[in-house]
């Protein structure tokens, strides 16, 4: 996905998916990699100007049908009650980095490893967890004493 290039270029640039495509595995993929938004092809032109707008203002432009297809395919079941979940040394390290606030770019310079790497690390880590966004995972990272 060329997403993943332009984010390791220019992490800050909003991105806005432009598809014929409404496929959640696709959307939650472009969730993952920091995508601000989701345009089908088959929107009018005022939705699509209005959406290019509403990203570049710096705000997400999900519609909540493709944000509940695209997230839930994110998402794995969770058991209740407290339960531990299995991360590698470097799944752990790449959520602490995320809890202290760094970005991509930043993990994967600080561990000198590529941008994709990072993205790939932080997608499995929410799918381990049973959460949907960094900000979840931060959380559940200082609440369990990971930071």
Not at 16 to 42: C, E, H, R, W, Y
Not at 102 to 122: G, M, P, S
Request: proline share 3%; hydrophobic share 45%; glycine share 8%.
């Amino acid at each position: 996905m060329a997403l993943s290039h332009i984010k390791a270029d220019k992490p800050d640039l909003p991105v806005l998916l432009f598809s014929a495509f409404d496929n959640s595995a696709l959307l939650a993929q472009g969730i993952a990699m920091g995508a601000n938004g989701f345009v089908p092809k088959t929107c009018t032109k005022d939705e699509l100007v209005q959406t290019v707008r509403t990203v570049v203002a710096g705000e997400d432009a999900w519609p909540d049908k493709a944000l509940r297809s695209g997230r839930g395919s994110l998402r794995t079941p969770r058991l209740e009650g407290n339960i531990e979940v299995a991360l590698s040394q470097r799944e752990g390290e790449v959520l602490r980095k995320t809890a202290l606030g760094l970005t991509n770019k930043q993990i994967a310079e600080e561990l000198d490893i590529d941008y994709t790497t990072v993205q790939l690390y932080i997608h499995q880590l929410l799918r381990k967890i049973g959460l949907v966004d960094r900000t979840q995972a931060a959380l559940w990272a200082v609440r369990n004493g990971l930071v």
